[in-house]
């Protein structure tokens, strides 16, 4: 298994402003991925982080929104800019691959909400 | 584009019951499929990962099953306990992109002691 950890785990963000999510993974994963959960929805994948380059955004999601950064195969972060009440969810890190096979692990998740 | 669903929305047991929660998907060229359990304010905790060649997982309570011809897998739970209470998530990988998941919307469960 893997020891995946997400901070900040809450937050409560003010419209407008942008907010940085760190994932750490105590493993050299192969993958890394980041998805949203609205409330009472289930989880959409955002995008797949890429160590060293640009990461592969879902349709839906873009760049600007959401940029995305892994400079090595443990650490990737995810960052909600120019937020809006609709941007209030949990944001998921998740990993697989390398050590970690098939099998997919999340990390606890970060509840941001947007005032 | 995949469609994971899974029924029911939510079920409500007493202690001891075996039960089965059920998902389906439209694409069945699947790479794997997975069970998670989601506890309230939590993260996922992966229960089970089915490869597409195989037709069945165990682990302690738990037996997920996996007809891939059909769309199909089924969670079954074995003598309930209230610690089993959890919304339940079924997802699945395409071949193409192994490891991305789409998720089904969840089965919330409830045990009553």
């Known amino acids: 298994s893997a020891v995946i950890s997400q901070k900040p785990s809450r937050d409560i963000c003010q419209r407008g402003t942008s907010l940085t999510i760190q994932c750490q993974v105590d493993?050299?994963?192969?993958?890394m991925f980041w998805y949203r959960q609205q409330p009472g929805q289930s989880l959409t994948l955002i995008a797949t982080?890429?160590?060293?380059?640009?990461?592969?955004?879902e349709s839906g999601f873009v760049i600007d929104k959401f940029p995305i950064s892994r400079p090595n195969l443990t650490f990737s972060t995810l960052t909600v800019s120019n937020m809006s009440p609709e941007d209030s969810s949990i944001y998921l890190c998740?990993?697989?691959?390398?050590?970690?096979?098939?099998?997919?692990?999340f990390g606890e998740g970060s509840w941001l909400t947007v005032v | 584009k995949q469609e994971v669903t899974q029924i029911p929305a939510a079920l409500s047991v007493p202690e001891g019951e075996n039960l089965v929660l059920n998902c389906s998907f439209t694409?069945?060229?699947?790479?794997?499929l997975q069970w998670f359990r989601q506890d309230p304010g939590k993260g996922l905790t992966s229960l089970l990962l089915i490869q597409s060649s195989q037709r069945e997982q165990t682990s302690g309570r738990l037996n997920a099953s996996l007809d891939k011809s059909s769309g199909r897998s089924t969670l079954y739970i074995a003598a309930s306990q209230p610690g089993d209470s959890a919304t339940y998530l079924c997802a699945v990988s395409g071949i193409q992109g192994a490891q991305k998941l789409v998720f089904g919307q969840g089965t919330r469960l409830t045990i009553n002691p």
């Open positions: 998740s990993v697989g691959g390398g050590p970690l096979g098939n099998t997919i692990y």
């Open positions: 493993s050299q994963v192969t993958m």
């Open positions: 694409d069945s060229a699947i790479y794997n």
């Open positions: 982080a890429n160590q060293g380059s640009e990461a592969t955004y």
